[in-house]
């Protein structure tokens, strides 16, 4: 029998690696993506890609319509935790809403299973390591939106009966990463700055710790959960263990691109001082492979960024809010006045 599967962001880095993996297990694959952070050059030919927005309610009834798709697989986001402060209105249409217009449409079209990619964001100030037993403390409105969803879906599963799968991936990293956002994701942030021989810019005092995750160590299992009775209807966190500080993997990146450029402080931002997470709960159920080491991972993104040069995305123009907005985003908002 035929399994069809809408992935949203499909476009984007985690997406399109999820993508690969479910046309290597026989889905046929759509992908919605409005391609705000990904490129259609990362989507498989074998997928069938639509241009267009989660906030598009029309173009989703339309597609659920003709596709009749089994599952979903939601990843469409804009996941910029220290920016959601200033864009909280954008935030939550597109991290929220968005994601209620699919959980509708799934409701509605009876999809057997959606699997959402949430965030480790919303533990907040939680003990460490994060837990799935804790109680949620958002900080940012990013987490907050993305707890909101997964407390969505669990009201949709208890009303309608639509199972779901909910994952907390965290600082993900690897090939079809956009490095040119400068908003999000710190190891293309590092690459990029590399390639364009600029300091490494480092908020605060680089003291903060995380535990930076290899994409084939999260986007095989998100693809293959919905065959996994045992994962249905579950939260997991999903991600490396081993923790390192922000100045560890700016060093351990100029190592892998053989680069001197100089490692430069700039003022702190509100974000958690540390954060990384507890992931037996996963490995009692899906019993994934050997993690990929952070120095082995880093020189394979080193190669693939190398051999497509610096990447450039316009800044965001919609800030809400200006108050506290730190110095390293404000240039553009400067040279306009």
Not at 18 to 47: C, F, M, R, T, Y
Not at 221 to 244: L, Q
Not at 302 to 307: N, P, R
Request: negative net charge.
């Amino acid at each position: 029998m035929k399994i069809i599967s809408l992935v949203t962001g499909g476009a984007g880095f985690i997406g399109s690696h999820v993508v690969n993996h479910l046309i290597k297990q026989g889905h046929d694959v759509v992908v919605l993506d409005d391609l705000s952070g990904g490129n259609e050059g990362n989507i498989p030919l074998q997928a069938t890609f639509y241009k267009g927005s989660i906030l598009d309610q029309s173009l989703i009834h339309e597609l659920f319509e003709k596709y009749q798709f089994s599952y979903v697989y939601h990843l469409a986001a804009y996941a910029a935790e220290g920016l959601s402060h200033f864009i909280r209105n954008f935030n939550y249409k597109n991290n929220l809403i968005g994601s209620v217009n699919l959980i509708n449409a799934s409701v509605n079209h009876h999809v057997k299973c959606f699997v959402f990619t949430s965030s480790i964001a919303v533990y907040g100030p939680n003990s460490l390591p994060h837990i799935e037993s804790q109680y949620p403390q958002p900080e940012d409105p990013y987490g907050i939106a993305k707890y909101a969803v997964e407390m969505d879906l669990k009201n949709a599963q208890k009303m309608f009966g639509m199972d779901f799968i909910i994952f907390r991936p965290h600082n993900v990293y690897g090939k079809h990463q956009n490095i040119g956002d400068k908003y999000r994701n710190v190891v293309g942030i590092f690459m990029n700055q590399i390639l364009e021989g600029k300091p490494l810019t480092i908020f605060g005092n680089g003291e903060q710790t995380r535990a930076f995750t290899h994409v084939d160590d999260v986007a095989p299992y998100i693809a293959s959960s919905v065959n996994i009775p045992k994962a249905r209807n579950s939260i997991f966190n999903i991600g490396n263990e081993t923790v390192y500080s922000v100045k560890d993997l700016a060093i351990a990146i100029l190592e892998a691109l053989h680069s001197n450029v100089e490692i430069q402080c700039i003022e702190k931002r509100e974000e958690a001082i540390h954060s990384y997470a507890d992931h037996s709960k996963f490995d009692a159920i899906f019993n994934p492979k050997e993690k990929v080491q952070l120095s082995t991972g880093l020189l394979e993104m080193a190669e693939w960024v190398k051999s497509h040069g610096v990447q450039s995305s316009s800044e965001f123009e919609a800030i809400e809010i200006k108050h506290k907005l730190p110095k390293s985003w404000q240039k553009k908002i400067k040279n306009e006045q």
